[in-house]
Each structure stands twice: as C-alpha cells, then as structure tokens.
C-alpha cells in the first residue's frame, strides 16, 4: 500500500501560496459550506439547510439557516394523524437526526464550483480541509464519503489502518 512517502508529489494544485485557497476558474480565494440535513421525530420531519464561510483556520462560521421542509410521513394509521408532537406523553419520541440525509458540500463563493474537501477527523467530524486548499495533505484527512472512491484511485486516502 502507499504510504506517506510516495506522496509529495501530489502536493496539489496551488499557485499562489499566499492564500488559503485560489479558484483556478475565477480567482476566489473564499469558500463557502452547504449543509442540509433532516431531522426526524416520530413520523414529522423537518429538512434544514445551512450554509457558512469557511475561514482559513478550517473554521465554519454559520451564517444562514433555513427549513426547506417539514412534514409528515403517512405510514401510520389515520387515527394517530393528529398527534401532537410536543407530546402529551412524558417520554414522546424526540428528534433526532437521520444521518443519511446528511449531505455537505464546499463550493467557491464567486464560481460555485464545488470543491472535493476531506475531514480532520472520521465520520465526518474536526475540520473541513478543501482539497483546493494550500495547506492541503490528503493523507492528513479523511474523506468526505462521496469522494471516497476517487481519492482511493489516486491513492489519496490514509494508510488503510486508518481508514474508515
Ligand atoms: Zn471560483
């Protein structure tokens, strides 16, 4: 397997080192993180969006919040159509997140391209570190799961020991 040595070569695509992070479409050197996600009780659900800058620290500041849906799903009988979700019963169901609603994406604030980007830790947790990025070590991070397989192509992912 690769290991880290047989690695610098892949020191990416950065021209100007200056700056956290340059577009090579449009020059931007600012990004910005979507995230949507769905929260389940019972059978409501309510589907938010989030978006936020990503500063140079690999810190998301959040700035925009929005439900894009709620409702509610019909699979149970008519007659509990009308429970009331704050619940008269103590121990109601409470709202968690369904994790494979999770969907993140990083993109360039003047273009929109979206840019591949990794975690500082597993299961998407730590920081949020752009493939783009100047400080970029793909062998450092761990993959967003829908570039999985790409960056096990080019040999980008962690010693499998590592791996999620
Ligand atoms: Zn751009």
Redesign the pocket.
């Known amino acids: 397997m690769v290991g880290v040595s047989g690695m610098e070569n892949r020191q990416v695509m950065n021209k100007d080192k200056k700056y956290f992070f340059t577009?090579?479409?449009?020059?931007?050197h600012e990004l910005y993180v979507e995230y949507s996600y769905t929260i389940r009780c019972g059978t409501y659900y309510e589907t938010y969006s989030e978006v936020g800058e990503l500063d140079h620290a690999h810190h998301i500041e959040w700035y925009d919040k929005g439900i894009v849906e709620s409702g509610h799903d019909n699979d149970y009988a008519d007659d509990e159509d009308d429970v009331d979700v704050e619940g008269d019963e103590s121990d109601g169901p409470e709202w968690v997140i369904d994790e494979e609603s999770e969907e993140w994406y990083v993109r360039?604030?003047?273009?929109?391209?979206e840019i591949e980007f990794g975690w500082s830790r597993p299961n998407r947790g730590g920081r949020i570190w752009p493939a783009e990025c100047a400080d970029f070590k793909p062998w450092r991070c761990f993959s967003e799961p829908r570039y999985y397989q790409e960056w096990k192509r080019r040999n980008w992912l962690r010693p499998p020991s590592t791996e999620y």
């Not at 577009?23 to 931007?28: I, L, T, V, Y």
């Not at 360039?108 to 391209?113: A, S």
């Open positions: 577009c090579e479409e449009c020059g931007s360039c604030c003047c273009c929109d391209r």
